[in-house]
């Protein structure tokens, strides 16, 4: 059975950091591509950054420069260092199975950005 737990979210001041982490089982995970997603709301969920199974890396533009996606195969997670954040960064933070969304979610952990 896919598991996919996310944690590491949090209030955080804006330009403040965060990194948040994605654990994976029930799958080979090195073998996988991994992606975070947000959905803040009233608003549809949205890639905010995926990995590769080589670690090619892709960003959304709002993101770019600020956050970086990194994985570690020996511990099956990937993580998302978000830096500088602002408050539209604000929203639940979900991780996915898949370098394109799979059906394998996380339940999603609270990131809000606010003074």
């Known amino acids: 059975q896919v598991q996919v737990v996310e944690s590491g979210g949090g209030l955080v001041q804006p330009g403040g950091s965060l990194r948040l982490s994605c654990a994976a089982s029930?799958?080979?995970?090195?073998?996988?591509?991994m992606g975070w997603y947000r959905q803040a709301p009233g608003k549809q969920r949205e890639l905010v950054a995926r990995?590769?199974?080589?670690?090619?890396?892709d960003y959304a533009d709002p993101v770019k420069g600020r956050f970086t996606i990194s994985r570690d195969n020996a511990k099956n997670t990937v993580y998302l260092q978000m830096n500088s954040l602002k408050s539209e960064d604000t929203a639940v933070y979900f991780c996915?199975?898949?370098?394109?969304?799979?059906?394998?979610w996380g339940q999603g952990t609270q990131v809000t950005v606010s003074s």
């Open positions: 990995i590769s199974l080589r670690s090619i890396t």
């Open positions: 996915n199975v898949g370098w394109t969304s799979s059906n394998y």
């Open positions: 029930g799958i080979v995970f090195s073998t996988y591509g």
